[in-house]
């Protein structure tokens, strides 16, 4: 068994499933690398208290007592003891703050502590918003210190263990790749660098970066530059679904492979149509 450099995940329990993709993937990379794994919820106390009004108000929550604050932390506790019996079962260490459900600002605190962030795709929705993509989303990724793997709905954990490396020389990328060398990247990983540009020689001399780097941390790393004028998004998934990724590595704000990231189209299409998980770093 590994024993890679990821020792400590935060990931967010949904309060109305037991199961989560992002759940089941913190659970078999904790058991995969020997880390622990740290549960916590998303709770905005003010939106549960303006819900909670307009609900009593409409006639569609008979009693506030208790507080649909109390009753949604409640749930996050059951799920939350579920989830760690379940670990209990498989050998892996789950605990959790005092506090199971936390504010945005405190879980990001609380990423101080560890190698990553786990999330589902879709667990920051905003109302009438179609896909994952929102501002919360987008703050998230934006202040978080530690990377962030974003794990889309109908994701099952499986047996794809390589890894894509969306890679384009930039100073995201290469933040992004140097701080996975400290999240899931051990010796043992299969690790494919992509790296997409009109000019395949632009695209090689990005890729051979890459492996030279990684090379230094005693990791083998393939090279796939890629000559193309289509979307980078497009290829990048492309070549995840060829090569079998069970992850894609990027950067935030990477040029030009990931321009725009926060808002552009490059980045809105990678995380609304990848079927496998995205670890995002800046």
């Known amino acids: 068994m590994p024993r890679g450099p990821l020792k400590s995940l935060l990931v967010s329990i949904d309060r109305s499933s ?98 990553l962030l786990v999330l589902d795709g879709l667990k920051v929705l905003v109302p009438g918003f179609k896909g994952p993509w929102s501002p919360d989303l987008g703050r998230v990724l934006k202040n978080s210190p530690r990377p962030v793997v974003l794990v889309p709905f109908g994701f099952r954990v499986g047996d794809r263990s390589e890894i894509v490396i969306a890679y384009d020389g930039s100073l995201q990328a290469a933040r992004a790749l140097y701080l996975s060398t400290f999240s899931v990247l051990e010796p043992e990983a299969k690790v494919h660098i992509v790296s997409v540009a009109s000019d395949r020689a632009e695209a090689a001399r990005a890729a051979d970066q890459a492996v030279a780097f990684l090379r230094l941390h005693q990791v083998d790393a393939a090279p796939h530059p890629v000559e193309s004028n289509r979307s980078p998004a497009d290829v990048i998934l492309e070549q995840a679904e060829l090569l079998r990724a069970g992850l894609i590595v990027m950067g935030a704000y990477g040029e030009p492979v990931l321009r725009e990231f926060f808002l552009g189209s490059v980045s809105r299409t990678i995380i609304e149509e990848s079927r496998i998980p995205i670890l995002l770093a800046h």
């Open 18 to 115: 037991d199961s989560t993709p992002a759940m089941e993937l913190a659970m078999a990379w904790a058991r995969r690398y020997e880390a622990e794994v740290i549960a916590v919820g998303f709770l905005d106390e003010y939106s549960v208290e303006v819900a909670q009004e307009y609900l009593h108000r409409e006639g569609l929550l008979a009693s506030v007592n208790p507080p649909l604050i109390d009753r949604i932390r409640g749930d996050y506790r059951r799920v939350l003891d579920d989830f760690a019996a379940r670990c209990a079962e498989k050998g892996v260490s789950c605990t959790t703050p005092a506090e199971v459900a936390l504010s945005m600002e405190s879980v990001l605190f609380e990423a101080q502590r560890h190698d």
